[in-house]
């Protein structure tokens, strides 16, 4: 946590079901209206309309993007998920757009804190406080970062959820999924119900903050004494469902440091990456949520600042030893054996088509191409990305590939997936290679 007020301007969170489904259908109904008009216009020049083309327009994904940001909650943090899974398929222009939603929140105006605080603490918390500033250190999707000194002294850093977000969880997953197929934007005959009760499940878990405290705990004590990360102690007495209250830790957010000096950024990225392979295959639970955010760099003691343990999963011995084993084939670049660990952990099913289980397979070959590479990797010079997005631009317009994977290997590969991402955004040099073959 650092010292820096929020980008984004205090408004109102909506914090009702009727007010948040209102927000939905009047931005539904104004997508809805300017196709329909640029459809029309296309028809009178003589033109076939591209409905998908006009839907998926700069205009109408910078409206999805700035409402879903003002509404907050689950919707924003859905669209936070879509946007970074889709950071690097979408176009650049689209990308940007979309990006807006990673970047920090509005939060809560004066008078709405108060009620919340109120709500969770009971009328006179002041008295526990010798200062507790209202303009919040940061803003997210699901809550607010304020910074506060507890009478006695402790130097807090302290999480509000906005109102409402709990018990709008179910509507606004419902509402962004019905986005997404009135958009087109899932392939038809695809069964998005797993996903749909998994995200809710899991964002019921991230609003409920005295579950992050038990993990934010577990985590303290997994890592303690590691003088590489430091994680904030859990103040219990202050935290409840709504509020979570922890200790300061001093740093500044890790992708902003992408102009530092080579060493840091390699420090990070090779740390972020020993604790990755550590939670996988050492503690068997893992922090899923590779928002750039959670990760903080304390400069003056070259250590990782670890936050938001709200997603925090615990994975069966079967998944990581298959991830074990996908591990080594793709080192091997054995295309057999990446086949078979790939069907093994659920990336494809037995009767899903040759070309689609080769395309997967590729796919995962050329990710694994750090772990192949002899010496520190140049995530900022790699094309692999590249060759990534060509794959996933050329299997995402074949809408024949329906496939799910299941919910744990989802998770990994959204954490795999971000953590590649920031390292690319740093430039870090790191030799990936020797870090995975100590635990494989």
Do not use: C
Not at 64 to 93: N, T, Y
Not at 130 to 137: H, N, S
Not at 205 to 218: I, K, M, S, T, W
Not at 248 to 262: H, I, K, N, T, W
């Amino acid at each position: 946590m650092v010292d820096q007020s929020p980008k984004g301007k205090p408004l109102t969170v909506p914090a009702s079901r009727l007010a948040r489904l209102s927000r939905f259908g009047t931005m539904t109904a104004g997508i809805a209206g300017g196709v329909a008009w640029r459809g029309a216009r296309a028809y009178a020049g003589g033109a076939r309309p591209d409905w998908q083309g006009l839907l998926l327009t700069p205009d109408n994904l910078r409206r999805v993007a700035d409402e879903l940001a003002r509404m907050r909650g689950a919707a924003m943090k859905v669209g936070q998920l879509v946007s970074m899974d889709a950071g690097d398929v979408l176009p650049p222009e689209l990308a940007e757009i979309m990006g807006r939603l990673r970047a920090e929140a509005d939060y809560m105006p004066p008078k709405q804190l108060r009620g919340a605080l109120d709500s969770a603490w009971g009328p006179g918390w002041t008295g526990r406080f010798e200062r507790f500033d209202v303009r919040p250190l940061a803003a997210a999707s699901i809550g607010q970062v304020h910074r506060a000194r507890a009478r006695g002294g402790r130097d807090l850093a302290i999480k509000v959820q906005y109102p409402g977000v709990r018990r709008s969880i179910d509507s606004d997953v419902e509402n962004v999924a019905a986005l997404i197929r009135w958009a087109g934007l899932a392939p038809p005959g695809m069964d998005l119900r797993p996903l749909l009760e998994e995200a809710k499940r899991q964002l019921h878990e991230e609003a409920d903050y005295a579950r992050e405290g038990r993990q934010l705990a577990r985590f303290g004590a997994l890592l303690a004494g590691d003088e590489n990360y430091a994680v904030p102690r859990l103040a219990d007495d202050l935290t409840t469902r709504d509020v979570l209250a922890m200790s300061f830790e001093p740093g500044v957010a890790v992708e902003r440091l992408s102009d530092s000096e080579q060493s840091e950024r390699d420090r990070i990225v090779l740390l972020l990456l020993e604790l990755l392979f550590r939670e996988m295959f050492e503690f068997g639970v893992m922090q899923t949520d590779p928002n750039f955010a959670n990760y903080r760099w304390d400069a003056e003691r070259r250590r990782l600042v670890l936050l938001d343990f709200g997603a925090t999963r615990a994975f069966p011995e079967t998944v990581t030893e298959g991830y074990r084993d996908l591990l080594r084939a793709g080192i091997e670049g054995d295309a057999r054996d990446i086949s078979r660990a790939a069907l093994r952990l659920g990336f494809f099913a037995e009767d899903t088509a040759a070309h689609h289980k080769r395309a997967v397979v590729e796919m995962t070959g050329i990710a694994f191409g750090a772990l192949r590479h002899r010496g520190p990797f140049d995530f900022g010079n790699a094309d692999m990305v590249l060759h990534l997005r060509d794959r996933a631009m050329e299997m995402s317009a074949d809408r024949t590939f329906v496939h799910v994977p299941p919910t744990d290997v989802f998770y990994l590969q959204r954490k795999f997936a971000g953590l590649y991402l920031l390292a690319r955004r740093l430039g870090a040099r790191v030799d990936v290679g020797a870090i995975a073959a100590r635990w494989l």
